[in-house]
C-alpha cells in the first residue's frame, strides 16, 4: 500500500423508506430514498484504533417498518439502549477520524457514501474531506465469477463465517478483506 491513509467504514441504517410520505416541514427529503444511521463502526487503518457508536434515529423512521430481518433491530427495543448517540453530538469525532484520508466500505458508492451524505445534510454539516474505495466493485471485477457479498467474500476468501450486518464485525471482516486486496496485485486480473 502506499502512504495513502485507510479507514473502513461501515453502517446500518433503520431500512424505513419514508420516501413516499415525507414530512415537507422538516426540509432534508428531497424525494429520494433517505437512509437514517442507527449504528456506525470504523476502524481507523493508521493506527488500528476502533470506533463503534448506537446512533438514535429521527422519529419519523420510528413509524415504518425497519429492516430488522437484516440487522436484527427492533425499534422499540432499541430505542431503550441506554448507549445511543445524536448523530450531531459524534459528528467531530467522525470528520477528524476521515479527514484527508480515504474511506473504505462495502458497496460505498450505492450505500455508505450517501448515508453520511444525507445524514451531514440533514444536519447541515459540512461533509468530511476524503477519498473513497468501494471494495464490492474491486471484488466485483477482480472476481467476476464469485458473489461479491461481503458475507459471501468471507467463506470462500477465507473460509470464514461471521455476524453480517453489525457493524463493528463488518468493518472487522472488511478490514481483511481490504487488506487482502491491496496484497494481490491488480494487474494480475486484467
Not at 429492516?67 to 439502549?81: C, K, L, S, V, W
Not at 472487522?172 to 486484467?190: A, D, G, Y
Request: aromatic fraction near 14%.
Amino acid at each position: 500500500m502506499s502512504d495513502e491513509k485507510y479507514v473502513i467504514l461501515d453502517f446500518e441504517t433503520t431500512g424505513a423508506n419514508i420516501t413516499e410520505n415525507p414530512d415537507r416541514k422538516l426540509g432534508y427529503f428531497k424525494g429520494k430514498k433517505w437512509y437514517d444511521p442507527i449504528e456506525l463502526a470504523l476502524i481507523d487503518l493508521s493506527s488500528q484504533k476502533e470506533y463503534h457508536w448506537f446512533i438514535k434515529p429521527h422519529k419519523d423512521f420510528l413509524k415504518h417498518k425497519w429492516a430488522t430481518d437484516i440487522h436484527g433491530y427492533e425499534p422499540n427495543q432499541f430505542m431503550e439502549r441506554d448507549d445511543l448517540h445524536e448523530f450531531k453530538d459524534i459528528y467531530g469525532e467522525i470528520s477528524r477520524i476521515l479527514t484527508g484520508k480515504t474511506a473504505v466500505a462495502h458497496n460505498a458508492f450505492r450505500f455508505d457514501k450517501e448515508v453520511l451524505s444525507q445524514t451531514c445534510e440533514k444536519y447541515n454539516l459540512l461533509q468530511p474531506l476524503c477519498k473513497w474505495r468501494d471494495t464490492k466493485q474491486e471484488v466485483k471485477k477482480r472476481y467476476p465469477d464469485m458473489s461479491a457479498t461481503q458475507e459471501d467474500i468471507a467463506k470462500w476468501m477465507f473460509d470464514e463465517e461471521y455476524k453480517a450486518h453489525s457493524a463493528l464485525e463488518d468493518v472487522r471482516m472488511l478490514s481483511k478483506i481490504f487488506n487482502k486486496l491491496n496484497q494481490t496485485p491488480s494487474w494480475i486480473f486484467v
